[in-house]
């Protein structure tokens, strides 16, 4: 039993257990809606770099509501800073069906509506993961962090699926719509949870809260990580992951060009990263034994890098030495395999992240790693697309992946400290 996804937070918390109710059902649906968008570039477009821009489109106000998103948790009560955020992306979610009601036909207004929606997400995100050490001993971190990967993952494997047949049966207007449904459901665990304003910082002479949000604040935040190699490690690992080597932006033109399919193809691939993630958690149960954390994520992120070219090589192969079907399947298995490599990355993550972090500096760091974890997809979308622009969809996932491989062992070369990290004497 003890090889099996430990539920032991949700039993023992009721608060965890709401938030993560209301968050995997929020989930599907921005996974949904996600989908949704990048079919809907692609109708009106018709190009895999405009699919792309709606990546270079979320990175900015991730990048930036990130690190300010971070410095509010710090400062305020991190249950009305989440509320606030968690408004915008309701809003998000309806203006999504609104448009999709009035026919829109201007890419423009897609792009517009996912900086909005990543701005919003970027500080909700961070505050979630702040709160989440307040409410669970540190033992259960690991755990805490599988079943959010697991959630996560889920979303994405049911997300994409959705979107594909809702899509063809409905239209976006149903996509979208059922997005905004599923959101209330978020909002209803945070309205539920009993305020948590910021710890003390020990290092401030009055014993006060940590500094007022702004660029003094951000900047504390960044000399932290700035000094901690253990902690900035977390970050650049998941850099050569989805940066060089996120083969999400492909999707729209593979499932057409190369695999003879549309939008239900499109969510299958989708789904497919989500579907090995959740196969990996369901078994999850000794990464909490794991002391060599380092190790595992450098590990995790060659194999990240390894499985992308054997998609790219699935891909380039159709038509060819394989039929379509065969290509299709072979890819699909090689993005599974991506996805468990990179669930297993992110619960180490971000479980080194909250351990090796003072309560004063979560929300900062977490903005921090928000702008990776989100951020780095994002332009990982825009270097896939441009890529596919320069070659074909097949060359820019195989040398994206082989790309990833190169630097993650470069940087554990440089970073030696990083693979000998102990979980039981967790160092920054």
Sequence with gaps: MALLLDITPLRV????RRLFTGFTLSGIGAQLATVAIGLQVYDITGSTFAVGVVGLCALVPLVVMGLYGGALVDAHDRRRVALAAGAVLWAVSVLNTVQAVLGNTHVGVLYVLV???NAGFAVVSPARSAIYPRLLDRALLP???ALSVAAMNIAMTVGPLLAGVLVDWGGYV???GIDAVLFTFAIWGLLRLEPIPPEIDPTSDAGVPARRPGLASVLDGLRFLGTRPNVRMTFLADFCAMILAQPRALFPAVAALAFGGGAKTVGLLSAAV????????AVSGPLGRIRRQGLAVVVSVALWGVSVVGFGLAVAGAGGVLSSAQALWLGALALACAGACDSVSAVFRTTILQSATPDHLRGRLQGVFIVVVAGGPRLGDLVAGSGATISS???AAIVGGVLCVVAVVLLSMWQRGFLR?????PTP
């Design 421 to 425: 990290y102990d979980a039981e004497h």
């Design 393 to 395: 969809e097949g060359v």
């Design 174 to 176: 149903l996509a979208y």
């Design 274 to 281: 989500a579907i090995g993630a959740i196969v990996s958690m």
């Design 13 to 16: 918390n009721a608060s965890y």
């Design 115 to 117: 900086a909005i929606y």
């Design 143 to 145: 755990a805490a962090n």
